[in-house]
C-alpha cells in the first residue's frame, strides 16, 4: 500500500509513535504487542546469526508494515533515521480481521509482499553483480523519497555499514560500486552533453540554410 491510501487495518486500535535515530523499537525474541506502519523515516529489520554476527534482512519504508508476528518477534527493528509510525495493535487486528474481509486481504498483501522482498533480494544476492546490486538499492531508496540516487548530493541516511551488510558486501566493495556508478553518471553526462551540442549545431546550421546563408556571420564577414 502507497503512503496516503487509505487502510482496512487503520479500523483496528492504532496510534502514532516516534523514534529517534538508532532507538531499539524491538528486539528479536521480544513478545509480539503490535505492528507498525511506516509514516515517515526509515527502519531497519535485523536477525543476529549464532556466531553473534548482525545480518540486515529489510529496510522499512514509508507505507510498509512491519512487525507482523503471532507470537515472539523474530527480528529485532531498530530506526535508521528519525522516524514517525503508527502502532497498530496486534489483538485488535487479529479480532478485525475475523470480521473484516477487506482487513485481513490487506493484511496477508503486507506479509506476502514482505516474503516477495526478501525471496528478490536473495536472487538478486546470488545473481547480480556489487555494482548491479548497489545500483538497484539506490534507486529503491530514490523510489521511496529517502535518497537522491548512488550519486545524489543529498546527505545518505543509511550508513555504509548498514547499506554492505544488507547486500552482503564488505564496505570496500561498496565504495568501490559507488566509484563506479559515479563515473558511469559522469560519462552519461558528457555524453548527453555532446549530443546536445551536436542537436545544436544541427539546429543553427538548419536555420542557416533556411535563411539562405550556410555560412552564417563568416560568410557576412567576407561580404563586408
Not at 70 to 98: M, Q
Not at 201 to 209: C, F, L, N, V
Request: proline share 3%.
Amino acid at each position: 500500500m502507497l503512503p496516503g491510501n487509505a487502510s482496512a487495518l487503520d479500523q483496528a486500535a492504532h496510534w502514532p509513535v516516534r523514534f529517534r535515530k538508532d532507538q531499539i523499537i524491538y528486539d528479536e525474541g521480544d513478545f509480539a504487542e503490535a505492528m507498525y506502519r511506516v509514516r515517515k523515516g526509515c527502519v531497519r529489520l535485523q536477525i543476529t546469526g549464532y556466531q553473534g554476527a548482525r545480518q540486515i534482512i529489510r529496510f522499512a519504508m514509508p507505507g510498509d508494515i512491519f512487525g507482523i508476528c503471532n507470537d515472539k518477534r523474530n527480528t529485532a527493528a531498530e530506526a535508521v533515521t528519525n522516524v514517525e509510525l503508527i502502532r497498530l495493535s496486534l489483538h485488535s487486528v487479529l479480532e478485525l480481521c475475523a470480521n473484516n474481509s477487506a482487513a485481513a486481504l490487506e493484511l496477508v498483501e503486507h506479509s506476502s509482499q514482505a516474503y516477495r522482498d526478501l525471496a528478490h533480494h536473495v536472487e538478486r544476492l546470488a545473481h547480480l553483480s556489487a555494482v548491479d546490486h548497489v545500483a538497484w538499492f539506490f534507486e529503491l531508496l530514490r523510489r521511496h523519497g529517502i535518497y537522491g540516487g548512488a550519486t545524489g548530493r543529498r546527505r545518505m541516511p543509511i550508513t555504509h555499514k548498514d547499506v554492505a551488510d544488507y547486500l552482503g558486501i564488505t564496505p570496500e566493495t561498496l565504495s568501490r560500486s559507488l566509484r563506479i556508478l559515479q563515473d558511469r553518471e559522469n560519462d552519461g553526462r558528457k555524453r548527453a552533453g555532446i549530443e546536445d551540442l551536436a542537436s545544436n549545431a544541427g539546429r543553427e546550421h538548419t536555420a542557416r540554410q533556411s535563411n539562405g546563408n550556410a555560412f552564417g556571420p563568416c560568410a557576412d564577414a567576407l561580404k563586408s
